[in-house]
């Protein structure tokens, strides 16, 4: 380990691929000698300059990075109180921070000869990222997605086809990510050969979470600067929202070891906290138990049989978390609270109305809690908030839960 990183929190996953007790390798034998070649390749890439190269090259030729850090004047005003920065990753090509982080898998999926990509997906980003990248470089790409969300993300199910992948809709389940995830992670036991499994957040199997937060960890590298540059000084505090946690890792990792730093990471609470899981909120309401090839908390019930979380956001509707940001709450470095649909929702449309920005549902989540702690803040706290993307997916979602008919 490199001498700065000894009694870091950014030492993190250790040999066997956990954080704290969080993390590991729970897979079938089958996927075992796969998951260790991608672990190779992926060391190897950490310190090979030219994987490193063609990334920057394509994050700013191909994506639009960096995206801007803005000084949201108009939101500041009307919270009164702290100064409102948003990280403006709705900008990048295909609308959300996704596509960072397929960059970096496609690249190493090529230099393992793999020539089909799956991949799982809730609000649909992550699937129109992976078409997209599978498209520019010819690779052939099935996407797995809940027939609930197929319905709910209709515009990203049409892109994902414009694009050229195969859209599965999967009917067990409550039709949503988790049933996709375990659909995706069937077909790569199945056909390991030619498959690389483009998994989209911090989850899965090590050295997924740990690969995913490297490659979103650009938002924060990118903030880190700009914010220098901005203001002399960090940002008082960071937040964003959290499904299973990849732009939230990215954004909080470059700041884990600046103590004076707060970090907040937001979840969806649906309906509201409470024993019904009408909510997604896996740390705010769940425990730890093993899913999709790591431990972390989870929403389940007293058997330990996973539970159907719930929230208007598709992108939310994940009964796990990453494991980093599990070991990050129990050790306390990292703060997690939850967010209502209908807080939500007022949050979107304050941003349409104040920015003339219209924000995905999913980060709309940390713009409430951004809006519920900005007016008791001084006027010199500065808050930097991950606006991951933007909302022209859920303008049909929106109008439904506002009553009004745009069919
Ligand atoms: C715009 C947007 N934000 C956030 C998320 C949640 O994912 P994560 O927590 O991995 O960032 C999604 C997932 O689909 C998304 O589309």
């Not at 049409?158 to 990510?177: D, K, N, Q």
């Not at 220098?228 to 939230?248: C, H, K, M, V, Y």
């Not at 939500?344 to 951004?370: K, M, N, R, W, Y």
């Amino acid at each position: 380990m490199p001498d700065d990183l000894k009694n870091s929190y950014r030492a993190g996953p250790d040999s066997r691929g956990r954080f704290g007790n969080f993390g590991g390798r729970f897979v079938s034998e089958t996927l075992m000698p796969l998951i260790l070649e991608l672990e190779r390749q992926y060391e190897h890439a950490k310190t090979d300059d030219s994987f490193w190269a063609e990334m920057h090259d394509l994050w700013t030729n191909y994506v639009g990075r960096p995206s801007p850090l803005y000084h949201a004047a108009r939101l500041t005003e009307r919270l009164g109180g702290a100064k409102i920065y948003l990280k403006r990753d709705e900008l990048n090509h295909t609308g959300a921070h996704k596509i960072n982080n397929v960059l970096g898998q496609i690249i190493l999926a090529r230099r393992m000869g793999k020539t089909r990509i799956i991949a799982e997906t809730g609000a649909g980003q992550h699937g129109v990222a992976t078409a997209t990248v599978c498209a520019k470089f010819g690779l052939k790409c099935v996407v797995y997605m809940g027939a609930h969300d197929v319905e709910r993300q209709q515009p990203n199910v049409f892109r994902m086809r414009l694009l050229g992948a195969e859209v599965i809709p999967v009917t067990s389940g409550r039709g949503t990510l988790k049933d996709a995830m375990n659909d995706a992670m069937r077909d790569w036991v199945t056909n390991v050969r030619d498959t690389f499994y483009c998994i989209g957040t911090v989850a899965g199997p090590h050295p997924y979470p740990a690969m995913v937060r490297d490659f979103q960890a650009i938002i924060g590298t990118e903030a880190k600067a700009q914010m220098q540059e901005a203001e002399g000084r960090l940002p008082d505090t960071l937040i964003a929202a959290i499904g299973g946690g990849s732009n939230a890792m990215g954004l909080f990792y470059p700041f884990l070891d600046d103590p004076s730093v707060r970090i907040i990471g937001v979840e969806a609470g649906g309906k509201g906290v409470s024993d019904e899981m009408q909510h997604c909120a896996s740390l705010t309401g769940g425990r730890p138990g093993v899913l999709h090839g790591n431990r972390t908390y989870l929403l389940q019930d007293d058997d330990g049989q996973i539970l159907e979380g719930f929230s208007i956001s598709a992108g939310l509707d994940y009964p796990g978390i990453g494991p980093e940001h599990a070991w990050l709450h129990d050790i306390g470095r990292a703060e997690y609270v939850s967010i209502t649909d209908r807080e939500a929702l007022d949050a979107f449309q304050l941003c349409c109305e104040t920015e003339g920005i219209i924000p995905a549902l999913e980060p709309s989540h940390a713009l409430a809690h951004v809006a519920k702690i900005a007016p008791e803040l001084p006027a010199d706290h500065i808050i930097c908030m991950n606006l991951c993307g933007r909302g022209d997916k859920d303008i049909f979602t929106v109008a439904r839960a506002l009553g009004i008919d745009i069919s």
